[in-house]
């Protein structure tokens, strides 16, 4: 029988590849990555790197590749599950990424015709895993500064729709408050609607607690949280993420998932950071403190406009430089530097780069190129 593209489903065929950062391997050779000729700025991940405790944990469990993982991940939910407080492992899916999930609640909740709300400008993933499913999606446009217009949200929610908020967002590192986000859950409570938070870079935000909704799945049935492990914990070559959500629904998603997901050494290390309370508190530490540094030298620079951000990463504005994104990403790659040109954005034109933060010596030399435009 001879294939035929027919036979493939259309929502399949008409997506688009999106672009992301971090694509390190087809820019450089393997020894400038390592040896940090090359620095990256353009994804989003902890400058400390992994920490010693879930090495050396990685090395003592490569006895484990000849077995198979454990198909639940049950110790690493059991974890996960203390480290929220109020839920249990029965409130705890893990996905081999956070991406993968992303795309098991769309394949699972998403019918022919789904409305789905998602704010712009935001990870283009939730809008690739929606019209795969066959669903549609309503772009939210933002307010001032891309804050997410949350009363446009509350006025477009209707029956069986779903809401999508990255919060902090991606790539605006802008919060929406928590009091906010209750009154969307609410009123999509009472539409019989989902809403869908991806908290991927809570942890870099001070205070979280007073804006994470991680504990409030078993209050609201509709929530599904999605965390990553990957970003604050370095651990993106290895692909862990994970989503809280009520008993019931991680029971049903948990049916849907492939088998053994999550590789045994990802688990492992999973496992380690979250154990690892020193490493973390030394990532925040940075972060806050270069995050301070690195913003504040920006916006001495009058050609930049420079948002505010409450993330591990920074969007500017660069028209007054005469200079789009494309282009200083070019130039950018010539001194060894990889920058995130936003321009794949809905919601964002061709003037709009993102830079991750680093550590201090890194950070100034990001400086010394971007004052050279």
């Known amino acids: 029988m001879s294939w035929k593209p027919d036979i493939a489903r259309r929502e399949s065929t008409t997506l688009e590849t999106r672009p992301h950062g971090g694509n390190v391997w087809d820019v450089a050779e393997e020894s400038a990555i390592r040896s940090g000729e090359l620095i990256d700025f353009s994804s989003s991940i902890c400058p400390l790197g992994p920490s010693r405790n879930v090495l050396n944990a990685i090395k003592n469990s490569l006895w484990k590749i000849s077995f198979y993982p454990q198909t639940d991940a049950a110790n690493l939910r059991r974890l996960?599950?203390?480290?929220?407080?109020?839920?249990?492992?029965?409130?705890?899916?893990?996905?081999?990424?956070?991406?993968?999930?992303?795309?098991?609640?769309?394949?699972?909740?998403?019918?022919?015709?789904?409305f789905a709300l998602i704010p712009i400008p935001t990870f283009s993933e939730y809008e690739s895993a929606i019209l795969r499913a066959g669903g549609?999606?309503?772009?939210?446009?933002?307010?001032?500064?891309?804050?997410?217009?949350?009363?446009?949200i509350l006025n477009h929610i209707c029956k069986d729709s779903l809401v999508f908020i990255c919060n902090p967002n991606n790539p605006t590192g802008?919060?929406?408050?928590?009091?906010?986000?209750?009154?969307?859950?609410?009123?999509?409570?009472y539409?019989?609607?989902?809403?869908?938070?991806?908290?991927?870079?809570?942890?870099?935000?001070?205070?979280?607690?007073?804006?994470?909704?991680?504990?409030?799945?078993?209050?609201?049935?509709?929530?599904?949280?999605?965390?990553?492990?990957?970003?604050?914990?370095?651990?993106?070559?290895?692909?862990?993420?994970?989503?809280?959500?009520?008993?019931?629904?991680?029971?049903?998603?948990?049916?849907?998932?492939?088998?053994?997901?999550?590789?045994?050494?990802?688990?492992?290390?999973?496992?380690?950071?979250?154990?690892?309370?020193?490493?973390?508190?030394?990532?925040?530490?940075?972060?806050?403190?270069?995050?301070?540094?690195?913003?504040?030298?920006?916006?001495?620079?009058?050609?930049?406009?420079?948002?505010?951000?409450?993330?591990n990463f920074i969007l500017i504005d660069t028209r007054g430089t005469d200079l789009n994104g494309p282009q200083i990403a070019e130039r950018a790659l010539k001194r060894g530097l990889m920058i995130r040109d936003c321009s794949s954005f809905k919601g964002l034109d061709e003037f709009h780069i993102r830079v991750a933060i680093k550590t201090r010596r890194q950070n100034l030399i990001l400086l010394d190129f971007l004052e050279s435009l």
């Open 191 to 311: 539409h019989e609607a989902l809403v869908f938070i991806d908290e991927t870079f809570m942890d870099f935000v001070e205070n979280q607690e007073e804006y994470s909704l991680a504990g409030e799945v078993e209050n609201h049935r509709n929530l599904f949280v999605l965390r990553s492990l990957t970003k604050f914990h370095s651990l993106a070559g290895l692909r862990i993420g994970y989503g809280l959500a009520s008993e019931k629904t991680v029971e049903l998603l948990h049916k849907a998932k492939i088998p053994w997901n999550v590789n045994c050494l990802a688990q492992t290390a999973a496992e380690h950071a979250i154990k690892d309370h020193k490493h973390a508190e030394r990532v925040r530490e940075l972060v806050a403190r270069e995050r301070t540094f690195l913003m504040g030298r920006l916006k001495t620079n009058r050609k930049l406009r420079v948002y505010d951000s409450e993330a």
């Open 136 to 152: 549609r999606v309503e772009e939210i446009k933002p307010r001032d500064c891309f804050k997410v217009d949350v009363e446009a």
């Open 174 to 189: 802008n919060l929406t408050k928590r009091d906010d986000l209750l009154k969307i859950l609410d009123l999509s409570a």
């Open 80 to 114: 996960v599950a203390r480290q929220h407080g109020s839920i249990s492992l029965r409130n705890v899916i893990v996905g081999n990424g956070s991406c993968e999930l992303i795309y098991l609640f769309a394949d699972f909740f998403v019918r022919e015709g789904t």
